[in-house]
């Protein structure tokens, strides 16, 4: 017979963010603990509430499963005389396990024939496993912060009041630090204070129903958005969608009541996302729009009292909200005093980092990149131009009363373009000093201009580098200054825009310009800054679609522009499924593997030349080299894949012919020099040897 369990950890109010945490650990504990346990259970299901974390477990098994096990004894010759008779051994390892001696078998195993025992446990009652399961569960419990709030050892969000914990109308009986589980539960602490007592699993919902409760989360985030759309429409608006902001008022309440309150008409002249934080970030309020999607001077806020005071609750929300509101007015109108370029001579007074100086150092270097970026894309002459002041400009807004004051600092750039264009700014510099903080997190969006793409990448690169310039590499979980974000939002926006960037030409401008600030050894933090690159440069052309070997042979190859590595990866993983494919890679893999640990430099002198084939293959060497240069040059990466097949013949002509590691040594080292460049011709396009051919030989020996 199928039994129902439930626990419910009733605590003091948990931060919302907390619970969804909470809850996943909880479930994922309870089945962990089960299946390890050989309960069996039909399913889990878990809910959270402000002031509840709950456990459903369906279909519980009335006792473990029992536990078979056999159990390896003495060997046959010791259990056994020559007359196949028991020995002492025998009968006390059969009384020892619990069996009789007819139950003993033999088995061949690696060191001979055993005698073995099959063992069985009867498994215990499930009550009894789950007396000892939920304790170990509660205690395991993952929060993004945890602490003591008493004399004894448990770390937990908040202190937990009160233990509920069912088996249908039994009580599982368990205590955690001298709190005692019970069949008890309490409600809404003004409306239904409780306590409540539960009669069985099934009754629980009943009473919380009564007592005006939303235990499911699902149910009640259902239930909070028809209130604020029923609530809007009252007023003649609808409520403005924030999925995030819905999931925190969900685990905030757990009585819901929307209700719709006024602000004056004169706050509506704040830039939208100044009126919208306010509302949303700082008081978890609800914005309210027309059908054209504009503001309207409405509110919605999702209250967990009684709805009959509602009035009483709006004028308390209405009183708080205008004390934010006037401190963002005051802020907007003291910051339009000034135009937004007045502001970078305050930047001075900012340290960035303290090895890497100032803000106002920053813009500077910044400024510097974002021109060096305009050359390099042949920008028009406008778009120089705004990239350029909009890198001067672009951290002026941290010095403002609105983002500098911390009420709105996430609002940083969007900030600055508000300033921006107040200042007589172009539309196009306002917009990329918005844009230049782009991506701000995985799955953002990127920069939509030029210029805004140009100063993000700017940004990022000088961040990088100095960086690691002085030291602060990101390490495990510690990246306090969001290198590898940012190194992946400059890779995302290089491949968004099809921007051909020398990577390697970027990070020496930097150095250059961050050369008295660094505390490392230039050659080595280059080094570092250019494989931190590469591995972002690896991730998204894989996840661009590429297989890892074609990445690993064309990031081998061509490290510098990611836009120009995603072309040749493309083209050579289409290139793969063609016959002769498998013939040009092994050819590659010939000359990679005999030059495998040899230092070769210059280049081959044909007057050693012994043969035919080693003249051909330098002449085909030579003619690929440049077939390939130019198809590369115009992006013809078909085109230059062709070029590297005409060399497959004659290096198999070479290698039936030649013998590159010769006694002479003047020949050897002329013939390495011609595996050189004819290596020199296959890697102007991908590094072969690197591409994955199943059942492929070993050539390590040719040659």
């Known amino acids: 017979m199928s039994q129902e369990m439930l626990l419910e950890i009733g605590t003091e109010e948990l931060p919302a963010s907390y619970i969804p945490l909470a809850l996943e650990s909880l479930g994922t504990a309870a089945e962990v603990g089960l299946k390890e346990a050989r309960i069996s259970f039909k399913g889990t299901e878990v809910y959270g509430t402000p002031r509840r974390l709950v456990l459903r477990v369906s279909g519980l098994s009335e006792k473990q499963d029992d536990l078979v096990q056999e159990q390896q004894g003495p060997a046959k010759a010791i259990a056994f005389d020559a007359q196949g008779h028991p020995t002492k051994a025998a009968e006390g390892f059969a009384m020892g396990r619990g069996v009789s001696l007819e139950d003993l078998m033999v088995r061949e195993t690696p060191k001979g024939e055993y005698v073995f025992a099959r063992v069985v446990t009867p498994g215990r009652p499930t009550v009894e496993i789950l007396s000892q399961l939920l304790p170990d569960a509660i205690r395991d419990l993952s929060f993004v912060k945890s602490m003591r709030w008493g004399a004894g050892a448990l770390r937990f969000a908040r202190p937990i009041r009160w233990l509920l914990a069912l088996l249908d109308s039994r009580v599982i009986p368990f205590s955690l630090e001298g709190l005692p589980s019970g069949n008890q539960t309490f409600g809404h602490r003004q409306l239904s204070p409780g306590p409540f007592r539960i009669a069985s699993t099934s009754a629980y919902w009943k009473v919380m129903t009564k007592a005006g409760l939303m235990v499911d989360q699902r149910e009640r985030r259902k239930a909070?958005?028809?209130?604020?759309?029923?609530?809007?429409?009252?007023?003649?608006?609808?409520?403005?969608?924030?999925?995030?902001?819905?999931?925190?008022?969900?685990?905030?309440?757990?009585?819901?009541?929307?209700?719709?309150?006024?602000f004056d008409q004169s706050y509506l002249s704040l830039p939208r996302k100044v009126l919208t934080t306010a509302l949303s970030e700082h008081q978890k309020y609800f914005a309210v729009v027309d059908d054209k999607d504009r503001l309207l001077p409405l509110f919605l806020v999702v209250s967990n009292g009684d709805p009959q005071n509602g009035q009483l609750i709006l004028k308390g929300?209405?009183?708080?909200?205008?004390?934010?509101?006037?401190?963002?007015?005051f802020f907007f109108q003291e910051d339009l005093k000034a135009p937004l370029a007045d502001k970078m001579d305050m930047l001075k007074q900012v340290v960035f980092q303290e090895d890497l100086g100032t803000l106002y150092e920053k813009t500077k270097r910044i400024a510097s990149l974002a021109d060096h970026l305009s050359e390099a894309?042949?920008?028009?002459?406008?778009?120089?131009?705004?990239?350029?002041?909009?890198?001067?400009?672009?951290?002026a807004d941290l010095v403002t009363h609105m983002v500098g004051e911390k009420e709105f600092s996430k609002l940083q750039g969007y900030m600055g373009q508000q300033y921006a264009l107040a200042s007589s700014e172009s539309e196009a510099v306002a917009q990329a000093i918005f844009e230049h903080y782009l991506p701000r997190f995985a799955e953002d969006l990127l920069p939509q201009s030029l210029p805004g793409s140009v100063v993000a990448i700017a940004d990022k690169v000088d961040t990088i580098v100095g960086c690691f310039g002085v030291g602060l590499i990101p390490t495990g979980s510690h990246d306090p200054y969001a290198l590898r974000r940012g190194a992946l939002g400059v890779i995302r926006i290089l491949l968004e825009h099809k921007l051909h960037i020398d990577l390697h030409g970027l990070v020496n401008r930097a150095l250059d310009l961050l050369a008295e600030k660094l505390n490392k050894e230039r050659a080595g933090v280059r080094e570092e800054i250019l494989a931190f690159f590469r591995q972002r440069m690896e991730s998204q052309l894989v996840e661009a679609g590429l297989e890892p070997d074609v990445v690993d042979a064309v990031v081998s190859s061509a490290d510098r522009d990611v836009v120009d590595a995603l072309g040749r990866g493309r083209a050579l993983q289409n290139f793969r499924s063609r016959e002769e494919f498998q013939t040009l890679v092994q050819a590659s893999k010939r000359v990679a593997n005999i030059l495998r640990d040899q230092e070769v430099s210059g280049q081959p002198d044909a007057s050693l030349?012994?043969?035919?084939?080693?003249?051909?293959?330098?002449?085909?060497?030579?003619?690929?080299?440049?077939?390939?240069t130019k198809s590369l040059q115009t992006e013809a990466y078909d085109r230059a894949l062709e070029g590297t097949l005409a060399l497959v013949e004659p290096i198999n002509a070479f290698f039936e012919r030649i013998l590159v590691m010769e006694k002479d040594q003047d020949l050897r080292k002329n013939r390495l020099r011609l595996m050189a460049e004819v290596r020199e011709s296959f890697m102007a396009v991908a590094d072969y040897s690197k591409i994955v051919i199943r059942g492929e030989g070993s050539f390590a020996n040719l040659g």
């Not at 708080?320 to 006037?326: D, G, I, M, N, T």
């Not at 894309?377 to 951290?395: D, E, F, I, M, P």
């Not at 030349?609 to 390939?628: G, I, M």
């Open 224 to 262: 909070i958005w028809e209130g604020l759309q029923k609530a809007a429409a009252a007023e003649g608006g609808r409520p403005l969608l924030d999925d995030d902001l819905l999931e925190t008022v969900t685990y905030l309440v757990e009585c819901p009541t929307a209700l719709c309150g006024r």
């Open 609 to 628: 030349f012994r043969d035919e084939a080693e003249r051909k293959l330098l002449q085909a060497a030579q003619t690929a080299h440049k077939r390939v």
């Open 317 to 329: 929300h209405q009183k708080v909200l205008v004390a934010r509101l006037e401190d963002a007015k």
């Open 377 to 395: 894309l042949n920008l028009s002459q406008v778009q120089h131009r705004a990239s350029g002041r909009a890198a001067l400009l672009c951290k």
